[in-house]
């Protein structure tokens, strides 16, 4: 019975620390992102963006559905590539 708590405190030591490292790592990597211009027509509010000097985005806002929906610009394949989208109601919800 010691050697399974042993396995196990030490299997859960293990991934606290890998999971400590994952977050450590993602928290110096992350980029800010930086707005631009926006413009509204419609249920749509769209604005551009950067992250880094490399990637261009687009920023969209639908106002009914209540998402925001950002696109990187694939300037090689000349489309848009879907990047995340978030429930701005779940985002924004009172706390």
Do not use: W
């Amino acid at each position: 019975m010691k050697d399974s708590k042993n396995m196990t405190i030490a299997v859960l030591c293990v991934s606290a620390c890998i999971l400590v490292t994952a977050l450590i790592l993602g928290h110096i990597s992350t980029k800010p992102a930086l707005a631009e211009t926006s413009v509204r027509g419609g249920n749509y509010i769209m604005c551009t963006g950067a992250l880094g000097k490399a990637t261009e985005l687009i920023y969209v806002i639908d106002i009914s559905k209540q998402k925001l929906n950002v696109y990187a610009a694939d300037v090689q394949h000349n489309n848009l590539v879907p990047i995340d989208q978030v429930n701005l109601k779940v985002a924004f919800k009172a706390r």
